[in-house]
């Protein structure tokens, strides 16, 4: 795979990388669920409902636990991983979500 024009930009808030997403429009933003001030479900929701943003992939980080585990899986991310994970999963996880082409938005007749 080659990338081209490729930028890594760490942010330490939710809020941040959705401003950055507005503007630079990112393949890929990793998240924390539980991040100060804007959590990784509502990011999720304001990225997936936005036809000019929702295609990034989305990765976010939990904590592990049970509870977590059920809102990762209602949040429509790509893909998730517990904080404490070895980098190297995270690492295969981005790589994967990376080399899938660019997907045309097909939305259903009636629909906008």
Known sequence: M???NSCTVVLFQNKEAL???RAEKADLIIAE???RG???EL???TIRE???LCRASLIIMHSGGASDIARTSACRANAFAEKNADPAILLAKARQ???IPVRALIVPFGVK
């Open 2 to 4: 080659e990338v081209r």
């Open 50 to 52: 936005s036809e000019e």
């Open 43 to 45: 990011l999720c929701a």
């Open 38 to 40: 804007m959590n990784g």
């Open 19 to 21: 401003d950055i997403h």
């Open 33 to 35: 669920l539980d991040a």
């Open 97 to 99: 979500l990376m080399s």
